[in-house]
């Protein structure tokens, strides 16, 4: 068929008057009754390149999805455009009989011109006969990563396809489609569809348009999530969570914020499943939050930000998420916040199932690491993930992610290089990333030992790095083409001929060191904010702070801590109400001290003529406020603190977290009784006079001040017992 004639296609069915990228091979392709395999990344326009011909060939295409939602929203769209409910349908166990026997009517008579079907529903026996009998055109395999033990998103029944097909009819042509593939899970796909001979239509995966960034992930994460979309108002967005339980969480956290947002996950009941799907997609709503669940094939060309509050578990995830950003070209935000306790509760959740899933599952978790720790660009890191290269110097003139618009200060690394290449060669090309760091630093483990390298004379040559400067050259040496991580031995790194070239002669190589996210090793606590807004507030207030602590003979921190303060600098509190929505201040705080820092914050206020950032005063859910009430009640019963902990599933250092929260905000809780069980009244009086004389209560400066006399856990709790008598 002519251009002509098929952009005429295009017009009448779909009002477009011209084709997208390589839409256009490929419905040729297609029409030519030919085997075709199409690499397009998210908003590239996949579902054209059957979609038309469907509608142009004679008979009826099979559309295997893998998704409810994903298939709706197509019959839909697909509806849309004819006088014809039944030119698509959906195949599947949710249909009743007579809806099911209207599907296989409209089939028959030749109405129906996409059919969609799940893999589970085209195994049926019954099914396969149906189609054995009627008139198919091609079989069109969306999503067909699924169909790869490789890919990022296996689905079992996706490689019993060629099987099925070949019930119904052996020749018949197959479009199989993703926007997702390493050229390892590219090979898989082929190979099991059995479709080698396939033309293969491969886009570039670079979305100019979005920008990446990764922010570490503290306890203030819902806040900065706030703050971020109240930057981003009237605008579409989609936060990613791991867990149902935090969907929940957080869509209950922004709507309390005055943020017009629905959750999304599998375990909301179908109904209000497709409900909040169409809220979004009808733009009844700014902001969904969702597991993965949500986005596959949604077509909304203006989602302007994507938010990960989780990391995911693969580049593929990460890459197919984040691209449902900025389909239409525009803005899109892509924004991820990363703690490496996230990464160990995704190990924890593998550690189930087989091993050779096991294996592949961290293989693909340990690239997402890199790809938040790494501070090469991360659209280069992604784009060589995927098999193509990038220039980020040339090809990025808007520096479209953090790492190339707050570059890190690149340093000379030939030699360190040299060293790796050959601590490679002499460990015989045999070991992961991790084992290679510890040859090169001299730390032996179980695989170290049982390969006898610790007699290698290159073992502990590296000791000068420390392990993460050499993680980070790893990472920068594979991307730059020196070494290969090979996927099918789980990231097991060889040298490739540029990396041997290197090593008979070596020249420059600049890299720059890892993002290096402070949390990475600590539990995930509050990190007091130390941005101040209004310096001369400030004074007054640590001024009248002093005079209230004088006047009650109190160190000045008890009244209220110096992150509180800050805080007042930023938003201004004028009310008991808002008084009480600032970092580290409650209901005690605020009825104590309150009314004498309102009416000086009110004062200035008014005299230097200053609007308040109503946006800034994030509220809470109240949702802690079961927990805070248990604690209060079994303190108050004298229950063991251990025993208080493990009742709610935390560790001591958790609980006693927890127990700062509510002192520190004013509550009463006195825990006496456990204070006198663990110090003696000598210790107790030592430590009452520091606090009493000291100028902060950091914890870090007593242990310092103590020498190791008192643990942490210990000066911790004799803080709270202080902070308690003194303070509230």
Not at 326 to 342: M, P, V
């Amino acid at each position: 068929m002519s251009s002509t004639q098929l952009t005429e296609e295009l017009k009448k069915n779909f009002g477009f008057s011209s084709f997208k990228g390589l839409q256009e091979e490929v419905i040729q392709n297609v029409l030519a009754k030919k085997n075709s395999f199409v690499i397009m990344p998210t908003g590239g326009g996949k579902s054209l390149c059957y979609q038309l011909p469907a509608l142009m060939l004679e008979g009826t295409a099979i559309v295997v999805s893998p998704l409810i939602a994903l298939m709706k929203n197509q019959v839909d769209a697909i509806r849309g455009i004819s006088q014809e409910e039944g030119i698509a349908h959906v195949l599947n166990s949710s249909l009743t009989k007579t809806a099911t026997e209207q599907v296989k009517k409209d089939i028959r008579n030749g109405i129906t011109k996409l059919l969609f079907v799940a893999p589970e529903s085209l195994s049926k026996e019954e099914t396969l006969q149906f189609l054995k009998e009627s008139k198919i055109s091609f079989l069109a395999v969306d999503e067909a990563h699924c169909i790869s033990e490789w890919g990022h998103d296996f689905r079992p029944d996706y490689r019993n396809l060629r099987y099925m097909l070949q019930q119904i009819d052996q020749n018949l042509p197959i479009i199989a489609l993703t926007a997702t593939a390493t050229p390892k899970v590219q090979e898989d796909i082929m190979k099991n569809l059995q479709i080698t001979d396939a033309k293969i239509f491969k886009s570039s995966f670079n979305r100019p348009n979005l920008y990446y960034e990764v922010r570490s992930k503290t306890a203030q994460v819902e806040i900065e999530i706030i703050k971020f979309i109240k930057e981003q108002k009237g605008k579409s967005g989609i936060i990613y969570c791991l867990s149902r339980k935090k969907v929940e969480e957080l869509a209950h956290i922004l709507q309390v914020n005055d943020i017009d947002a629905i959750p999304y996950h599998a375990g909301l009941d179908a109904k209000t499943r497709a409900n909040n799907q169409d809220t979004f997609l009808k733009e009844e709503c700014d902001v969904v939050v969702a597991t993965i669940a949500f986005g596959m094939g949604i077509d909304k060309p203006d989602v302007r930000f994507v938010i990960h509050h989780d990391i995911p578990k693969s580049i593929e995830s990460y890459y197919q998420e984040t691209g449902r950003a900025g389909r239409d070209g525009g803005e899109g935000y892509c924004l991820a916040f990363y703690a490496y306790k996230d990464i160990e509760k995704l190990e924890k959740f593998m550690s189930g199932k087989p091993v050779a899933e096991q294996e592949i599952g961290i293989s693909l978790l340990n690239e997402m690491v890199a790809y938040a720790e790494t501070s090469i660009s991360r659209r280069k890191f992604i784009l060589h993930y995927f098999g193509e290269s990038f220039d980020s110097e040339k090809e990025d003139p808007n520096k479209m992610d953090d790492n190339v618009r707050f570059p890190k200060t690149k340093v000379e690394a030939k030699e360190e290089l040299l060293l790796l290449l050959n601590t490679i060669e002499q460990t015989r090309e045999q070991f992961k990333a991790k084992e290679i760091v510890k040859t090169l630093v001299g730390q032996q483990n179980a695989i170290i030992n049982s390969h006898h390298t610790a007699q290698l004379p290159i073992f502990g040559q590296g000791k000068h790095k420390n392990e993460a400067f050499w993680m980070a050259l790893i990472r920068q040496a594979n991307v730059a083409g020196y070494l290969k991580k090979d996927i099918e031995t789980y990231g097991i790194i060889t040298r490739t001929d540029a990396g041997r070239a290197f090593q008979t002669d070596a020249y420059s190589f600049l890299m720059t060191e890892d993002h290096a996210y402070t949390d990475k090793e600590k539990p995930m606590v509050s990190i007091p904010r130390d941005t101040v807004n209004d310096i001369p507030l400030k004074k007054l207030l640590l001024k009248l702070r002093k005079n209230i602590a004088d006047k009650n003979e109190i160190p000045p921190y008890t009244v209220f801590q110096e992150n509180s303060i800050n805080d007042m600098t930023l938003k201004y509190p004028i009310t008991v109400e808002e008084m009480i929505n600032i970092h580290g201040v409650g209901e005690g705080k605020a009825k104590k001290y309150g009314s004498q820092f309102i009416n000086v914050i009110k004062q200035y206020v008014e005299e230097h003529n200053i609007s308040r950032p109503d946006d800034l005063v994030v509220k809470s859910t109240g949702a802690n406020s079961g927990l805070k009430l248990y604690m209060i009640q079994s303190v108050d019963r004298k229950l063991p603190l251990e025993d208080i902990a493990y009742a709610k599933g935390m560790n001591m250092t958790e609980c006693i977290h927890e127990m700062e929260t509510i002192v520190f905000a004013g509550t009463k809780l006195n825990i006496d009784y456990w204070i006198d069980e663990i110090l003696d009244e000598d210790q107790q009086e030592e430590l009452h006079e520091y606090f009493m004389e000291a100028e902060n209560d950091t914890i870090a400066e007593a242990i310092e001040e103590f020498e190791g006399d008192y643990d942490e856990e210990e000066i911790r709790l004799y803080r709270i017992k202080f902070t308690n008598e003194v303070a509230n």
